[in-house]
């Protein structure tokens, strides 16, 4: 069975960093790419960033773009997002999603909550 | 970027009836890809690749398009379907629809 469970959200002040982390199992997390999506409080989705399976290709939304890295640890089954000086409008739920073939986000995380707050 | 539009934004549909759902793109897209949502729960892949549905989705939901236009539709609402629904595009940067939110009449 496919999981994804994410991990390391919280309250943190504005400007502040945090770190989240995404563990796999149940597949050969190396062989795909990931997804970190979010959503505020009460709105919609958000594709936040994606990694390829061998770190080769990444690329972010624009409104996170400068601030946030992801990256991921194979050998670990992790995937991560390092979110730098955050803001009130980063406060939302981050999921880690796989990234199907050609079938979409095919598996999602329960999601972690981020509060940007002072 | 490409903007999806999702119409209508809310709806509320009675057992039994047809309902259908529309994502316009701003560009033009391969195909589109649809998520079901309910409360407090992560959103579930529902239909890929513009009219292919995911695993353990009822055959009463299908999807067309093509170009800017695609649709969800349901054949005959039941009350599991309630939720809310998102298009979802497959080009740099990935972006999703608003979301039309389903209810039951």
């Known amino acids: 069975e496919v999981q994804l469970v994410e991990s390391g959200g919280g309250l943190v002040q504005p400007g502040r960093s945090l770190k989240l982390s995404c563990v796999a199992s149940g597949f050969t997390f190396s062989n795909y790419g990931m997804n970190w999506i979010r959503q505020a409080p009460g709105k919609g989705l958000e594709w936040v960033a994606y990694i390829s399976s061998g770190s080769s290709y990444i690329y972010y939304a624009e409104t996170v773009k400068g601030r946030f890295t992801i990256s991921r640890d194979n050998a670990k089954n992790t995937l991560y997002l390092q979110m730098t000086s955050l803001r009130s409008e980063d406060t939302a739920l981050y999921y880690c999603?796989?990234?199907?073939?050609?079938?979409?986000?095919?598996?999602w995380g329960q999601g972690v909550m981020v509060t940007v707050s002072s | 970027e490409i903007v999806l539009t999702q119409s209508p934004t809310t709806m509320t549909a009675s057992p039994g009836e047809k309902v259908t759902i529309t994502c316009r793109a701003s560009s033009s897209v391969s195909y589109m890809h649809w998520y079901q949502q309910k409360p407090g729960a992560s959103p579930k892949p529902w239909i890929y690749?513009?009219?292919k549905l995911a695993s353990g989705v009822p055959d009463r939901f299908s999807g067309s398009g093509s170009g800017t236009s695609y649709s969800l539709t349901i054949n005959n609402m039941e009350a599991e379907d309630a939720a809310t629904y998102y298009c979802?595009?497959?080009?740099?940067?990935?972006?999703f629809g608003a979301g039309t939110k389903l209810e039951l009449k």
């Open positions: 690749e513009t009219s």
């Open positions: 979802q595009q497959w080009n740099y940067p990935y972006t």
């Open positions: 999603a796989r990234r199907g073939t050609t079938t979409g986000f095919d598996y």
